[in-house]
């Protein structure tokens, strides 16, 4: 989750560190700047982003979220884009509101955050990735690829 717009806001970034948390269900780390770039107005160190790595069960339970009670309440949904993988076979699905995960209760939320999520697989090939993710039941898009 980036919150680089907003990373002098500590109630901001406390928010959003306890919603991330729920949503994953673990500890979401603050991830810091490697780099100096003034064009973005970012010094090295400060803070840019969120993250949360699922391993194992945890990250097997998420998908199953993602794909069975999240990605069917997104407003118009047709489908995940199958072009979006990274030539190595891990797959990025970005999420514009952050509201739509059961644990988040949008009256309560005070900004919409997005997100991204990113699925590293051991497969090889973007092809093998795909056609592992279809079996676990990740809706694409047909005929786009």
Do not use: W
């Not at 069960?57 to 047709?78: E, G, N, S, T, Y």
């Not at 209760?105 to 590293?120: Q, S, W, Y």
Request: aromatic fraction near 6%; include cysteine; charged fraction near 30%.
């Amino acid at each position: 989750m980036g919150i680089g717009r907003v990373k002098d806001d500590k109630a901001f970034v406390e928010e959003s560190t306890n919603e991330l948390a729920l949503i994953c269900g673990q500890k979401a780390f603050a991830r810091k700047s490697r780099l100096a770039i003034s064009n973005f107005k970012l010094r090295e160190g400060e803070l840019i982003g969120l993250t949360c790595t699922l391993r194992g069960p945890r990250a097997k339970a998420f998908l199953d979220k993602l794909i069975q009670v999240v990605l069917p309440r997104v407003r118009d949904f047709r489908g995940v884009s199958p072009k979006s993988f990274d030539g190595a076979g891990n797959y990025t699905l970005g999420i514009s509101e952050h509201s739509i995960f059961p644990e988040i209760d949008p009256n309560r939320a005070t900004k919409i955050k997005g997100l991204e999520v990113t699925i590293g697989t051991n497969c090889k090939t973007d092809d093998e990735a795909r056609s592992f993710l279809t079996s676990l039941g990740m809706p694409f898009i047909k005929g786009k690829v």
